[in-house]
């Protein structure tokens, strides 16, 4: 399994931004695929975004053009950077990844309030 450890959480304006972190426990590039996930308050949990070991990116509809997933190799890290962020953001985000056991990170809180 990898371990996976997120940071970069807190609360925040609307309108304002965060980045969020996924480090792993082992190098990146042997990980099928990785990915943010986020469970609002009384609901369920649902895919942000991910990308793949080749590159590829995937971004929910809901937060299309304002979040984006990146990684940085030599860091064993993955990013999601959000901007504009709205109320409806407010969430435990979730690092996920895939390699071949599906692994979860221990989440991080995102609160957008006034």
């Known amino acids: 399994q990898v371990q996976l450890v997120e940071s970069g959480g807190g609360l925040v304006q609307p309108g304002g931004s965060l980045r969020l972190s996924c480090v792993a426990s082992?190098?990146?590039?042997?990980?099928?695929?990785m990915g943010w996930y986020r469970q609002p308050p009384g609901k369920e949990r649902e895919s942000v975004a991910n990308?793949?070991?080749?590159?590829?990116?995937n971004i929910a509809e809901s937060v299309k053009g304002r979040f984006t997933i990146s990684r940085d190799v030599a860091k064993n890290t993955v990013y999601l950077q959000m901007n504009a962020l709205k109320p409806e953001d407010t969430a435990v985000y979730y690092c996920?990844?895939?390699?071949?056991?599906?692994?979860w990170g221990q989440g991080t809180q995102v609160t957008v309030s006034s």
């Open positions: 082992r190098p990146i590039l042997s990980i099928w695929r």
């Open positions: 996920n990844a895939n390699a071949g056991q599906v692994s």
């Open positions: 990308i793949s070991v080749g590159g590829t990116t």
